[in-house]
C-alpha cells in the first residue's frame, strides 16, 4: 500500500518502516546530542548507534560556531517545513502546510488570502452580470408585454 502512494507521489526512495527511522535519525543527529538520540530512540546511553547518523561536514560546524557566536546562517535558515503553522488570531496549530486554520477559519498564508480576495472579486462580478442580465431580461419581457398588449388592440 506506501508503495503503491510512493509511486504516485512519485517518491523513488525506500517507503517502509526502516527507511523512516533512519532517515528520521539522521535528521535529529544534527540537532540532538548523543545522549538526547538515545533516550528518544531508545538506545542504551553509551551506545554507539547514534555514531551511525552523526554525519558531520565542515559546512555543519561552521554554521553551528557562527550560531554559538549569535550569527544566523542567511543561506540555510531554520525554518522547518515540518514546523506546526500557527494561528495568529486563535493560536491553534495547524498542518504545516495549511492554508487555512481549521479552528477559527482565516487564513495562515499571504496565497490563501489572495485566493480568497480573487474569489471575493469573482463573486462580485458575478453578482453584477446577474444583475445586467435580470435587467436586460426585465426590458425584453416589458417590451414583449407591450407587443402582445399591441396585438390585443
Known amino acids: 500500500m506506501l508503495d503503491e502512494v510512493a509511486e504516485r507521489a512519485g517518491i523513488d526512495k525506500p517507503v517502509n518502516p526502516h527507511h523512516f527511522r533512519h532517515s ?8 540532538f546530542t548523543q545522549s538526547q538520540l ?6 542504551v546511553q553509551g551506545s554507539d548507534r547514534p555514531a551511525d547518523y552523526v554525519h558531520l561536514s565542515g559546512r555543519d ?3 553551528d560556531y ?9 543561506q540555510n535558515p531554520e ?4 514546523a506546526p503553522n500557527e ?27 489572495k485566493e480568497i480576495e480573487e474569489g471575493k472579486k469573482r463573486i462580485q462580478t458575478l453578482e453584477n452580470q446577474k444583475v445586467e442580465a435580470n435587467e436586460f431580461l426585465d426590458s425584453i419581457l416589458e417590451q414583449m408585454v407591450e407587443r ?6
Request: charge should be positive; proline fraction near 5%; charged fraction near 25%.
Open 24 to 31: 528520521r535519525a539522521t535528521y535529529l543527529a544534527s540537532r
Open 38 to 43: 538515545c533516550e528518544w530512540f531508545g538506545w
Open 61 to 63: 560546524i561552521d554554521a
Open 66 to 74: 557562527a550560531r554559538f557566536h549569535g550569527i544566523q546562517d542567511q
Open 79 to 82: 525554518e522547518s517545513q515540518l
Open 87 to 113: 494561528c495568529p488570531r486563535c493560536d491553534a496549530k495547524n498542518a504545516p502546510r495549511a492554508k487555512f486554520c481549521q479552528n477559527c477559519g482565516p487564513a495562515l498564508t499571504t496565497e490563501a488570502y
Open 148 to 153: 402582445k398588449i399591441k396585438q390585443m388592440r
